[in-house]
């Protein structure tokens, strides 16, 4: 069995390799190891191997983890959806914010983010696959919040995020990562000043790299498969 220090070190080759086959920048693509439902000291692990950025969506499982790596300098991004009522803990204690959809969230975590930190790194969740059950705006309605985000000033527009539809046709994952890069180099052209694009997970990383991916979400491929939900948890996320 291999340890979380070797899955580490195996993505990140794997990561490298796709960067090399489709001539991206090396380095230019970052590792953010999906940890939620993973305890503590798996997350030590992974750091003791060079791993910094860490997602979780569980808001009080994430404070918790926190709290006891705080002698750690990790960073924390939250890549869920989010209740309007977690806003005020997670722009308190993240460094990022991987899911806005909507424009009320973005107002509440504007206005919940304490004034000694930076400004909140968070992207826009788009809905690529047009899927009813998928989180996320449709193409056609992000420039609208995006122009709006820019306006406020304790948030930090960095880029676009997306769940595409789960499928093991590479093509069909080009096209959906293509949408959303294109998406990104239009909203760029009319001078927003993006430049992430987080998307790719441990079953297509490759073909989001190849597309322009610069934050891949890995979680499995480290950390292991998550244990099954139990029936009386409420997630604070849907995100799978």
Not at 84 to 105: C, Y
């Amino acid at each position: 069995m291999t340890s979380i220090s070797d899955r580490v070190q195996a993505i990140r080759a794997s990561i490298q390799q796709a960067e090399q086959a489709t001539g991206r920048t090396a380095g230019e693509v970052h590792l953010l190891a999906v940890s939620k439902t993973k305890p503590a000291t798996a997350i030590r692990e992974a750091y003791a191997a060079g791993q910094l950025r860490f997602g979780e969506n569980y808001v009080q499982e994430a404070l918790e983890k926190m709290a006891e790596l705080a002698d750690l300098p990790l960073e924390w991004h939250f890549i869920g959806p989010i209740q309007s009522n977690k806003t005020r803990p997670i722009a308190e204690n993240f460094h990022w914010v991987h899911g806005i959809d909507r424009l009320k969230i973005a107002q509440r975590l504007n206005d919940a983010r304490p004034g000694h930190l930076p400004p909140l790194n968070v992207c826009i969740e788009v809905n690529v696959s047009g899927e009813a059950s998928k989180e996320g705006v449709a193409p056609g309605e992000v420039v609208e919040l995006a122009s709006t985000i820019v306006q406020l000033p304790r948030l930090r527009l960095r880029g676009l995020m997306t769940i595409p539809a789960p499928t093991h046709d590479r093509a069909l994952q080009h096209r959906q990562f293509a949408m959303l890069r294109e998406l990104l180099v239009s909203l760029n052209q009319q001078g927003f000043q993006l430049d992430t694009l987080s998307m790719g997970m441990s079953e297509d990383f490759p073909a989001a790299i190849a597309e322009g991916a610069t934050i891949v979400r890995i979680g499995s491929a480290i950390f292991g498969a998550r244990p099954p939900k139990s029936p009386n948890t409420v997630p604070d996320s849907s995100m799978p």
